[in-house]
């Protein structure tokens, strides 16, 4: 996403420098009147390269080096963003009502297994095309509904890291630490939720399964900055499936809606009456409670 | 018959909210029947006439159902989401399957049945004065914080359906300084509110508790409300009408609560519960 002209150029310098550029074009979209103006879409479909021009990767992983780059663009190219770094994936994000983002970005022209789909009001930062949802990172994307309080420290954890935060919007964060504990850290998911959403220490406390209780300990004690407080649902995309999750306390509404083969995640049941007329299973995870929903073929866990 | 149907569907909530009011106060209609509803928010909020009927045939009804409602009666025949009946002020709402979180958020007077479960937070802050009392009554299980900072009223939790959740979650009852709750159990529910103890039911307690059951037997049917009425039930009661005076107030000015101040038998329960 370019913000101008001088951004495409500068960054597609950059790319050219580091990766091989198989194919470069702009992401097809339709003027429409409700839309009156929007940033430079393009996608480059790129490959590594590894030879004395693009340092050496024998020290990082593919991944590493695609994430170095994309903080790069994100933080030091004046009006470049990365909206989408992952594969087999994309990210539509913009400024409007989400039937008139669809229709810009002519939504109906892809199709996919998994889809996760947003609407923000934006009240505590501020609402332009980047920070519109999902965030992304590799192949993770994240919906949030809710808001981090925690993101402080969560911040200047992955920080700690070579993450960048450059979104103005709490909810990237999460993308990142994603990134960090399942890629990075190799955590099984099931793990991750626990530590984003881990029980209260007084119920820690109060655990007969001393192994269970060690567990938690162990998670708060080792990732207790990646913990996420404050309200919140969200929804991680992944390239196995979806997994939803909300805080301790349910402070936001999840509900999970099963029907045939296809499974819904949502904050209201209404809205997926909206898109499936026939509803098999109504199911209300509790709080803290992850919810996983993998492809029939997914491998992991 | 003095009745209206409204296809709820592609309605904006305003559209349909409009329409409700048109019927019942330009119209006199008495029952307003809505097919396909899609999360419309505020269906019924402000409503004062006492005779009229809304039924929710098919789809979900948003959030906030019967806010600020005083007197209809609301009928859902499926699941309702958030917030229903938030600062209601007389009326009944009955609901034939599931509800969200934060039910009777504030609830004046009035009553609520639902059949099935319940969200987290229901009966938050519910309050009463004189005889307006407000009542809720869960068919199914309710979530963590049933009763939070409760003031007032009745709340009961029937626990009909067989999952094996525990009856309420968990911090029931926590800061309740009014009202009572009822729950059909023989367990401590965990991490209790500190400001309530634990009573089994006196007289006047079987005599409401009947009554409201009664009521909600008659809506759903496949209950029987003396099957239900032969379980144990316990009781919960704020011990200190005003927990909080000495946090915000110097001194030690109001009465504290006296020794014999509730004349229920206690449950003999082992001390480690508290």
Redo the contacts between chains.
């Keep these: 996403m370019y913000e101008h002209n001088k951004a495409k150029e500068e960054t597609e310098l950059f790319l050219n420098n580091y990766f091989r550029v198989i194919k470069a074009e702009e992401i097809p979209t339709k003027q429409i009147p409700e839309i009156k103006s929007s940033p430079l879409h393009y996608r480059y479909f790129i490959e590594i390269v590894d030879n004395k021009k693009t340092g050496s990767l024998s020290l990082l992983t593919e991944e590493d080096y695609v994430v170095n780059r994309v903080v790069y663009i994100n933080k030091n190219i004046e009006g470049a963003f990365v909206v989408s770094s992952g594969k087999n994936f994309g990210a539509f994000k913009g400024v409007g009502f989400p039937e008139d983002i669809s229709k810009f970005f002519m939504l109906e022209n892809y199709k996919a297994y998994a889809w996760t789909a947003h609407n923000r009001f934006p009240t505590n930062t501020p609402g332009w095309w980047g920070g519109a949802h999902p965030f992304t990172l590799l192949d993770f994307s994240i919906v949030h509904n809710g808001e981090l309080s925690s993101y402080g420290i969560n911040k200047r954890y992955v920080e700690m890291f070579g993450y960048e935060c450059t979104m103005l919007t709490d909810t990237e964060v999460v993308a990142y630490l994603v990134d960090l504990l399942v890629r990075k850290h190799g955590l099984p998911f099931k793990t991750v939720c626990d530590i984003f959403s881990p029980p209260t220490w007084?119920?820690i406390q109060n655990m007969e399964d001393i192994k269970l209780k060690e567990y938690y300990k162990t998670l708060r004690i080792v990732y207790g900055s990646a913990l996420l407080n404050g309200p919140f649902a969200f929804i991680i995309g992944f390239n196995g499936g979806l997994i939803g999750l909300s805080d301790r306390?349910?402070l936001r509404?999840l509900?999970v809606v099963e029907s045939g083969n296809t499974v819904y995640l949502s904050s209201?049941?209404?809205?997926v009456?909206?898109v499936c007329d026939k509803i098999d299973r109504?199911y209300?995870p509790?709080?803290g409670e992850p919810v996983f929903i993998f492809y029939n073929d997914y491998k992991g866990e | 018959m003095n009745s209206i149907t409204i296809d709820a569907l592609n309605l904006y909530y305003r559209e349909l909210n409009f329409k409700i009011k048109e019927a019942v106060r330009k119209e006199g209609i008495k029952k307003v029947i809505i097919k396909n509803a899609r999360g419309q928010r505020f269906i019924g909020t402000g409503l004062k006439e006492k005779d009229v009927e809304i039924i929710i045939e098919s789809g979900v009804p948003g959030n906030d159902l019967a806010m600020f409602m005083d007197g209809p009666t609301v009928k859902v025949f499926g699941n309702a989401q958030d917030g229903v009946g938030n600062t209601m002020n007389n009326g009944k709402v009955f609901i034939h399957g599931d509800a969200g979180d934060v039910i009777c958020y504030g609830m004046r007077n009035g009553k609520i049945f639902i059949k099935g479960n319940v969200g987290y937070r229901v009966g938050i802050h519910m309050k009463e004065y004189k005889d307006m009392i407000p009542s809720i009554v869960v068919g199914g299980k309710a979530g963590d914080f049933f009763g939070e900072y409760m003031a007032g009223g009745i709340g009961v939790v029937l626990g009909l359906n067989n999952d094996d959740k525990p009856i309420v979650g968990r911090y029931c009852a926590t800061g309740m300084h009014g009202g009572v709750i009822y729950i059909r159990t023989e367990k401590i529910p965990t991490y209790l509110g500190k400001e309530v103890k634990i009573f089994e039911l006196n007289e006047s307690d079987k005599e409401k508790l009947k009554s409201l059951i009664e009521e909600f037997c008659q809506e759903f049917k496949e209950y029987k409300a003396e099957d239900i009425l032969k379980s144990r039930f316990i009781k919960l009661i704020p011990v200190s009408k005003r927990p909080y005076g000495r946090l915000y107030s110097p001194g030690n000015h109001f009465p504290l609560p006296e020794e014999n101040y509730f004349s229920n038998k206690k449950i003999d329960i082992e001390k480690k519960y508290y």
């Design positions: 007084d119920v306390i349910k509404p509900v209201e049941e209404s809205s009456l909206e109504v209300h509790e709080a």
